[in-house]
């Protein structure tokens, strides 16, 4: 980001969201309303710009009316710094964004400690596929691999717990090819 540019954010509806669009997203709402809700508290909370939260509809060089009521630093009429401003954005927002994902690529994570052949993979915290599987074998049953607000709550929590760590298991890049998984799967593209 320019020093001189001001972050500013969209939101919009989507039925599904990849793992390549993870990247890009700031946070996942079950509604329009809800979104709307959590950025007029983030900016009454913080004295972040109403406009550039895509809450207020730009006027021409005139403060949003958050600034005229001194709820708005002031981003908008130049009392405070694209910098400064971008950065609070930036804290403000780290409590909802989406974590990065912890592993260089999928993982299978068993269902239990031990001797269980059963387990699922795990690709950017989107559920990829069930698997059965021994030393010799990898059998897959696909899943839609979109990005689920529940699920990713769930793994998050998992990941998190050390106590876990012996149920996962890092998959290399390109391991999945034998299984007939989708091409996104295995080459872990990045989206700009």
């Keep these: 980001m320019l020093p001189n540019r001001i972050l500013s954010l969209t939101f919009r509806e989507t039925e599904r969201i990849r793992p390549n669009d993870l990247e890009n997203i700031v946070g996942v709402f079950k509604s329009r309303k809800e979104v709307i809700s959590y950025l007029t508290d983030l900016a009454k909370s913080n004295g972040l710009c109403p406009r550039y939260l895509n809450l207020e509809k730009p006027a021409r060089a005139a403060p949003c009316f958050w600034s005229q009521l001194g709820w708005c630093r002031g981003v908008c009429c130049g009392r405070e710094t694209p910098a400064r401003y971008n950065l609070r954005v930036l804290e403000a927002l780290g409590r909802v964004s989406i974590r990065k994902w912890p592993f260089p690529g999928p993982v299978l994570i068993r269902e239990s400690e031990g001797h269980d052949h ?75």
């Design 118 to 192: 059963r387990g699922y993979i795990i690709d950017r915290w989107c559920l990829v596929a069930e698997a059965d599987f021994d030393r010799d074998n990898l059998n897959v049953s696909e899943y839609d691999g979109t990005f689920d607000n529940d699920t990713y709550r769930i793994l998050v929590r998992f990941i998190g717990n050390p106590k876990n760590a012996g149920r996962i298991t890092p998959l290399l890049p390109g391991s999945l090819q034998k299984s007939g998984l989708p091409a996104v799967w295995q080459t872990h593209q990045i989206v700009p």
